[in-house]
């Protein structure tokens, strides 16, 4: 419409003028010895409009020819930009497909006619990362560090996850060192260093971190709780010398009082202090926690501290048999409290009893034990097979789906880390 409109106007002026003309063409005398111009007006203008069209084009021509050579740069530069656009793009689609060799050689493309390259050697070494060639990441790396500038958060952090995919977890933790120094509390860098000091065990150092974690929000609270457990549980495990029940105490006066009345921990912490010889106290935590919720674990474990009143031990479980009623680790108790208090007869019937209800190796050791005692060896040795029997097909079932469980919990704990 509007291309119409403007021809209709043009046709309209040049109507116009050629009427005027028509009318009053005008008269042009131009003089210089010998010569003698003579026209009408309409044609001399025409002579000077073609004079300065003609006259523009030329200097235009002469402009272009002489801008010629930087024109010709410009446009090899802008082609060169724009193909270096593209094979990054490809490159990055590349990447997100899994299809490392072409992004690598997209990205290397891409890296010789862009102003910034930092991405480029970023997402380069991703490439590098999946093709399993450390070396050339490790160069790709040094690259974006040199062309990053001063700020090197963003490359030190990539080369931190590719490290700890890669399974290089003391370098990554010297690169977190490094961002640590400059960047203290960057939550990503934390989570990350959460992360490395679980691979590595160093579990007095995620205990001093896992604090500050949680007033920041860095993960949410289900998974910081569940890591808070794994890493106090791996604490209290850690060996300790006979006559360490002080270290002992600290340790645990240092787990929070909701991580105290975890199950898992309180079987940890009851372990420890059978073995520094503490049974009236572990006896005591043993019967408060079951008291509270019910574990066949922290029961088996009951039957297994040396009560300076078995007596009393024994009746505080015969208690719980009313109670709770069988189960093979609870009888497995009774055996070994009713053979501590030296109840023959009884002993005898809660072990057979346990094992009716669930065959253990323990709980064969027990009645061996018990049979030994009496003089019948022959019924304790016919134990004592049973429990290398139960040991071996334990050994056995262990072996069959040690790889499927390897692929399940590779890199995890009990508590899914």
Known sequence: ?????GVLLLLFVAASVTLMVYKNPGYVLITREPYVLETSLAVFLLIAAAFFAILYFCVRLLVR????????????????????????????????????????????ASLHATDSPFLGYLAAALAAQGQGDT???????????????????????TQTQLQLLAGQNEQAL?????????????????????ETY???????????????????????????????????????NLPLPAGA??????????????????????????????????????????????????????VRLYGEARDTQPAAQLETAEEWLTRHGESPALLLTLGRLARRNQLTERARGYLEKSIALGATAEAHAELGLLFE?????????????????????????????????????????????
């Not at 690169?175 to 959460?194: F, G």
């Not at 007095?204 to 910081?224: F, H, I, M, T």
């Open 1 to 5: 419409m509007k291309t119409l409109f």
């Open 65 to 108: 020819i002489v801008r010629a050579p930087h024109s010709l740069t410009r446009w090899r530069q802008t082609r060169r930009t724009r193909k270096a656009r593209e094979a990054f793009l490809n490159g990055l689609t590349q990447l997100f497909a899994g299809e490392w060799l072409k992004a690598e050689k997209q990205l290397v």
């Open 135 to 157: 070396d050339k990441r490790d160069q790709y790396l040094s690259q974006a560090h040199q062309h990053g500038g001063a700020d090197t958060l963003a490359t030190d952090l």
């Open 174 to 194: 010297a690169t977190l060192t490094r961002v640590q120094a400059s960047h203290p509390q960057q939550a990503h860098a934390m989570r990350l260093l959460i």
């Open 198 to 236: 679980r691979r590595l065990r160093d579990w007095q150092n995620l205990a001093r971190l896992l604090p500050e974690a949680r007033r920041g929000r860095l993960l949410p609270d289900a998974e910081l709780d569940a890591l808070e457990r794994s890493t106090q549980r791996e604490l209290l």
């Open 245 to 298: 029940l002080d270290t002992l105490h600290r340790a645990w006066s240092e787990v929070s009082e909701s991580a105290r009345r975890h199950q898992d921990l309180i079987l940890v912490y009851a372990r420890q202090l059978i073995v520094q010889n503490a049974m009236d106290e572990c006896t005591a935590l043993l019967v408060t926690a079951l008291e509270r919720q019910w574990d066949e674990r922290l």
């Open 373 to 417: 005692e009496a003089g019948d060896s022959g019924s304790a040795l016919r134990h004592y097979r049973q429990v290398l029997d139960l040991c071996r097909q334990r050994q056995q079932s262990v072996l069959s789906h040690q790889p499927r469980a390897a692929l399940e919990t590779s890199g995890t704990n009990d508590d899914g880390y």
